[in-house]
């Protein structure tokens, strides 16, 4: 990307992803609440989103990887380090989201579908905010603490 990172323009697909989930799928939930057949099919949605969300979080960690020995000459490794957890703890959170977005899909039982379905909102809104407390570190290591100088000429 003419000597620019990657990282930052691969983050931001599941972060608005990890934040758009949780309400597509508690809108889902509201508009199938009487037709179970429904529900079972759109519930799908949301479980494969969830599911891209996790691979492309993953993607994000390891350009992130890559991005950090250039940013670490002039922002201090602690700080790097500390927008490297959250953004594992992101990671964990969308996959934690995914397997109860699959729980959903999955199960033979309406009543279950849906109960893994409402939990998979509230754990994906906890997952969104994991989500938006990187990209917020994130920004304050290029914006605040001096990234983007790793990149000037």
Known sequence: MNGLPLHPAIV???????????????????????NDSLAQQLLRVPAVLQVVTA?????????GDEDHHQVEDFVDRALI??????????????????VFWFASAVAKKPDMARKAAITAVVV??????????AGEMGGELVFIHGGAEAWKP
């Open 12 to 34: 931001h697909f599941p972060i608005a992803f990890a934040v758009l989930i949780p309400f597509l799928g508690a809108a889902f939930l509201l508009w199938t609440r009487e």
């Open 124 to 133: 994906g809104l906890v997952a969104a905010g994991l989500g938006l407390r």
């Open 81 to 98: 380090h500390e927008h490297e957890e959250a953004g594992e703890l992101f990671f964990i959170g969308s996959i934690v989201t995914a």
């Open 55 to 63: 691979i492309v979080a993953f993607i994000a960690q390891r350009t």
